[in-house]
């Protein structure tokens, strides 16, 4: 029987092993010379590709993981020689890096892509794609899931838009499945693909709880650090029994901490929101700039996009699979991308529904996609709403826009203000 | 429906009046064509690059005004953008915020990821629709027409709703012939820059084309067709000159004045300047479903640009292919600072120009930067190394 010492701290553990173990099978097929298909964090289909036998290469992951272990400005500046502007994306750059290095990364290698299969929720996807595609010659495909049209407007299943855009990604799917049989040279089973869409229906299953057991007090786990070492596994097995357990033990895990008043700090002083992508050059320490003072992140938006709508729990309804596997993708999608251009409503109810002292806003240099709408964003939320929040920007891959000092400072300022409220608030109820 | 007329009295003009008249609309920042159309009860639709079927703006009587940037500061709109973003976002928000344009429909566009989430920060400023446009992002797609089409029916609903006018179909139809014969009148324009390029200069062909993304196309169908027979006639001198093609207009414009500095030391004899609005190379058919006819040309008989990913249009192969098809001996590669799609297609035109011996010169721009003299400095270099290599 498991004791509270064997779970806890279980999932960050478990998570590492089973993300060096997914690396270590990428680094086989490399050397073995297999071609693996290339997708992104929001809309990967791994739930079909995995029907392939192919290995899946996430290139967003491989490229933070070089800012996390502090070598992405050898890959930035490599790709910056090849002809890259200073001035589009890091991820993009690091993994040009890569792939001129012939898949050699800090982690290990990576297979050379066979097709890269995307959708639409970053336009940046499309442009790396291509690369793909010059380097390689390879099949390239944009799966194209159309998102909200405007704020507030979301129409359901029935609705004449709605069925005009599922029919849309139900036919590109369609298109889809003989090509990766062509590349793979794996014939389509539907049963093969039941079978990872019932995974994939414990998976998030269990990310969606996981996710609401961080509204309890104190929180059970920092959702910019743990939380990005579950969304890595919440990515890379997806449509895996392995992916499926972790979820459940880490279930476990979450529920006993929450049950037991385990919080992810001794002393948590403030819940905090996060909204952007993490600041991965400084990873550690921009996260200890934080928890310095007694704050934790309770939620992101991080967390939502780039599990690709994942935290919703959506179920695949296995009686129609290749049906379902579309509505899923166009629901998922769209509310990944939801939470990037039309975030303040949901936003609120997060800050409500978290408990949250505050809302961190961290636009960076590397990705439009996140980052555009957030200053504005956060005027509208504080027109709307009393939100203390914090307005920072750096960037997730290169250091040259990452100041420690300034971010500090201002991090500092932030909680100051914080602990000044709370006084204020003690003060007038006393 | 109503009667602007811009300029009232244009028909009477000379080619330089007329040239001087459109380059000060596209310098007034007051927008007085898109102010008089509202003020006589016109409704405006305000749409983002790269492309939107105005045909359907049109056909509702809508002024489709085209969102391109301004010559502005933007003082208001600063606040709502982070750091590290494209000019035009900022400037395009600006004029609607200083109710410099006041619109009653925004539409924006999945071209990139800042674009994208335009219909956010809009929405949250202003009271009215601020969408975005699903254009189709797999064009090779079987059923992307037929996705298109449904996609452009939700926009005729919406334009509706908007403007409080029905958008029939024989209205989109008349809409289409207007367009048809725009397209028709700038293909003369873009075919005069070709062959005989010392009658009209880079600069000239631009004011004459932009203005039309800011008065309706029968006015400016109008100003065309009375331009164009009189540059034909100009007597000019012929001086000799380096043809190029101009690449990476295709969202945020260059200043006027940048391209005035190239077309002082180059005959620029194609470009991608404001490629949306020769996005369809040839007439909409006006006969059958004029929402599938548009659909259709906007995939099935299009031009191309960064921003759209299509197998049947490898975008280094269309530059080479424009290049070779304006008889061009070189390609001034440009791309708006900060634009990802600009930049990243940087590269793969610059490889692609290297491997077909193309010469190329390479640069970046801003749209409110005030300083040529170094680039045209870089720029006359370039070109007396072609000319005396």
Redesign the interface.
């Known amino acids: 029987m498991s004791t509270t010492t064997d779970i806890v701290g279980r999932g960050n553990a478990e998570g590492a092993r089973l993300f060096k173990e997914w690396f270590g099978e990428l680094g086989e097929a490399a050397d073995q010379g297999r071609g693996a298909a290339y997708v992104f964090v929001m809309g990967s289909l791994a739930e079909l590709l995995r029907c392939f036998d192919m290995p899946v290469v996430f290139p967003e992951i491989n490229s933070l993981q070089t800012a996390v272990r502090h070598v992405a400005h050898d890959y930035l500046n490599e790709a910056e020689d090849?002809?890259?502007?200073p001035?589009?994306?890091g991820y993009?750059k690091a993994d040009v890096a890569a792939q001129l290095r012939g898949g050699t990364l800090p982690m290990g290698r990576i297979p050379r892509p066979s097709i890269a299969v995307y959708t639409?929720a970053?336009?940046?996807y499309?442009?790396w794609?291509?690369?793909w595609e010059?380097m390689y010659d390879c099949p390239?495909?944009?799966?194209?899931v159309?998102?909200?049209?405007?704020?507030g407007?979301r129409p359901g299943p029935g609705d004449?838009?709605f069925e005009?855009?599922r029919?849309?990604v139900l036919?590109?799917l369609k298109?889809l499945i003989p090509l990766l049989e062509r590349t793979s040279g794996v014939p389509f089973d539907i049963d093969r693909l039941r079978e990872t869409l019932g995974w994939a229906n414990e998976a998030a299953t269990g990310w969606k709880r996981v996710l609401e057991l961080n509204r309890s007090t104190p929180s059970v786990f920092n959702a910019l650090t743990d939380g990005t070492i579950y969304l890595g596994v919440a990515n890379c097995l997806r449509g895996t029994p392995q992916g499926a357990r972790y979820f459940e033990e880490l279930v476990e895990e979450m529920e006993l901490k929450s049950a037991e008043g385990i919080g992810t700090l001794t002393d948590e002083l403030y819940r905090l929101l996060f909204v952007g992508v993490p600041c991965y050059p400084i990873f550690r320490r921009f996260g200890e700039l934080f928890t310095e003072w007694g704050g934790t992140f309770v939620h992101s938006t991080y967390l939502w996009f780039a599990s690709g709508g994942a935290h919703e729990g959506h179920q695949y309804d296995l009686s129609r699979p290749l049906e379902s596997l579309a509505e899923g993708l166009l629901l998922g999608v769209r509310d990944a991308?939801d939470s990037?251009?039309?975030?303040?409503d949901p936003l609120l109810r997060m800050f409500h529904d978290y408990s949250a002292d505050g809302v961190v806003f961290h636009?960076i240099?590397s990705?439009?996609?996140v980052?555009?709408?957030?200053?504005?964003?956060r005027?509208?939320i504080m027109a709307r709403d009393d939100v203390p929040s914090l307005?920072i920007?750096s960037d997730m891959m290169d250091r040259r826009v990452v100041s420690e000092a300034q971010l500090k400072n201002r991090i500092d300022a932030f909680f100051e203000g914080l602990a000044s409220r709370r006084s204020k608030a003690g003060a007038s109820t006393a | 429906m109503n009667e602007i007329r811009w300029p009232p009295e244009l028909r009477d003009e000379s080619l330089d009046e007329l040239l001087w008249s459109a380059r000060e609309l596209l310098e007034d920042d007051t927008y007085p064509t898109v102010r008089r159309w509202r003020g006589s009860g016109g409704p405006v639709v305000g749409h983002f690059q790269v492309y939107f079927p105005e045909e359907i703006a049109h056909a509702a009587g809508a002024l489709p005004f085209r969102m391109r940037g301004a010559p502005v500061e933007p003082l208001q709109a600063d606040s709502r953008f982070g750091s590290y973003l494209c000019s035009i976002l900022k400037t395009s928000l600006e004029i609607a915020l200083t109710g410099r344009v006041e619109l009653d429909l925004f539409v924006t566009h999945p071209i990139c990821d800042a674009a994208r989430n335009l219909a956010g920060i809009f929405g949250r400023n202003f009271e009215y629709p601020c969408q975005i446009l699903y254009l189709p992002q797999n064009a090779n797609s079987v059923h992307a027409p037929v996705y298109l089409r449904g996609e452009y029916d939700r926009l005729r609903r919406t334009v509706e709703e908007a403007t409080g006018r029905a958008v029939t179909d024989d209205a989109l139809r008349a809409s289409i012939r207007v367009y048809n014969r725009n397209r028709e009148l700038l293909r003369e324009l873009y075919a005069l820059k070709r062959d005989e390029p010392w009658k009209v200069s880079a600069d000239e062909a631009y004011v004459l084309m932009a203005m039309g993304g800011m008065v309706r196309r029968e006015e400016h169908n109008l100003v065309l067709q009375r331009a164009l027979p009189l540059l034909r006639d100009r007597d000019v001198p012929r001086p000799d000159r380096i043809r190029v093609v101009f690449e990476g207009g295709f969202c945020e414009q260059p200043p006027l004045d940048l391209i005035r500095a190239v077309a002082r030391s180059c005959y620029v004899v194609d470009d991608d300047l404001l490629i949306g609005m020769r996005w369809i190379l040839h007439d909409v058919p006006t006969d059958g479903d004029p929402l599938e006819a548009l659909a259709r040309a906007y995939l099935e008989d299009s031009s191309y640009s960064p921003v759209q990913h299509d197998d049947r249009k490898k975008k280094e192969e269309m530059l080479v292919a424009r290049i070779r098809g304006a008889r061009a001996e070189a390609a001034i590669v440009t791309a708006a600072k900060m634009c990802e799609p600009g930049l990243e297609e940087q590269v793969a035109y610059t490889r692609a120009l290297d491997d077909e011996k193309v010469p190329f010169f390479v640069s970046e721009f801003e749209e409110n930067m005030t300083s040529f003299d170094h680039l045209e400095i870089q720029l006359e270099t370039f070109v007396e190394n072609l000319m005396f290599d």
Do not use: H, W
């Open positions: 090849y002809g890259y502007s001035d589009i994306c993009v639409n970053c336009n940046t499309i442009k794609a291509e690369i010059r390239i495909v944009t799966l194209d159309p998102g909200s049209r405007q704020e407007l004449p838009d005009n855009d029919r849309y036919g590109q298109e991308m990037m251009f039309f975030q303040t636009p240099k990705c439009r996609t980052s555009t709408g957030l200053a504005d964003n005027r509208a307005f920007e």
